[in-house]
T-cell receptor, first 114, second 114 residues
Framework: AQTVTQSQPEMSVQEAETVTLSCTYD???????LFWYKQPPSRQMILVIRQEAYKQQNATENRFSVNFQKAAKSFSLKISDSQLGDTAMYFC???????????FGAGTRLTVKP | NAGVTQTPKFRVLKTGQSMTLLCAQDMNHEYMYWYRQDPGMGLRLIHY???????AKGEVPDGYNVSRLKKQNFLLGLESAAPSQTSVYFCASSYPGQGGYGYTFGSGTRLTVV
């Protein structure tokens, strides 16, 4: 079974600075998807960014980017120019290609300080 | 543009009581899922459905039953609630083969069993 590990239960960053959240996963699959979801206090799960494992280029969405290291099974999220609205729980998730069983890490609680 | 709607949003049950959580989606998604979210454990898949009239077990199915009588609705039932089922429950949906684009989540139901 695939497992997803987020080793940082909590992190904080000053507004306007950059922060990186870590995620590692364990799989024997070669084709899969990786995701970062944001969960603000409203509890809504919001897709931040996704990566297809067969693509070597790291995904980027505005201030959010990933560092995907397939060999190391690592998928970190970098948030640039942090904003107060980025304060949330962040979940890393994995899904095998052709499968609809998305597996989540335990989450990292990020606090952006003014 | 409702997306995925969960009812109720909050519920308190006594041990041994039963209840049904309702998930409704208006996006014509074929696949639907029920997850539970517990502190330090992320989201774990309870049951899922790949189409009307079908259901399958996920990672933590014990103590729950589901039904998908209509394509747009996915019901999660607790026949005899236990304190260990205190959790936040999320419903999600996706198109077949398009789970790689991420799921659409509801806003969750906070269930407390006393």
């Amino acid at each position: 079974a695939q497992t997803v590990t987020q080793s940082q239960p909590e992190m904080s960053v000053q507004e306007a600075e950059t922060v990186t959240l870590s995620c590692t996963y364990d799989t024997s699959e070669s084709n899969y998807y990786l995701f970062w979801y944001k969960q603000p206090p409203s509890r809504q799960m919001i897709l931040v960014i996704r990566q297809e494992a067969y693509k070597q280029q790291n995904a980027t969405e505005n201030r959010f980017s990933v560092n995907f290291q397939k060999a190391a099974k690592s998928f970190s999220l970098k948030i640039s120019d942090s904003q107060l609205g980025d304060t949330a729980m962040y979940f890393c998730a994995f899904m095998k290609w052709g499968n609809n069983d998305m597996r989540f890490g335990a989450g990292t609680r990020l606090t952006v300080k003014p | 543009n409702a997306g995925v709607t969960q009812t109720p949003k909050f519920r308190v049950l006594k041990t041994g009581q039963s209840m049904t959580l309702l998930c409704a989606q208006d996006m014509n998604h074929e696949y639907m899922y029920w997850y539970r979210q517990d502190p330090g454990m992320g989201l774990r898949l309870i049951h899922y459905s790949v189409g009307e009239g079908t259901t399958a077990k996920g990672e933590v199915p014990d103590g729950y039953n589901v039904s998908r009588l209509k394509k747009q609705n996915f019901l999660l039932g607790l026949e005899s609630a236990a304190p260990s089922q205190t959790s936040v429950y999320f419903c999600a949906s996706s198109y077949p083969g398009q789970g790689g684009y991420g799921y659409t989540f509801g806003s969750g139901t906070r269930l407390t069993v006393v």
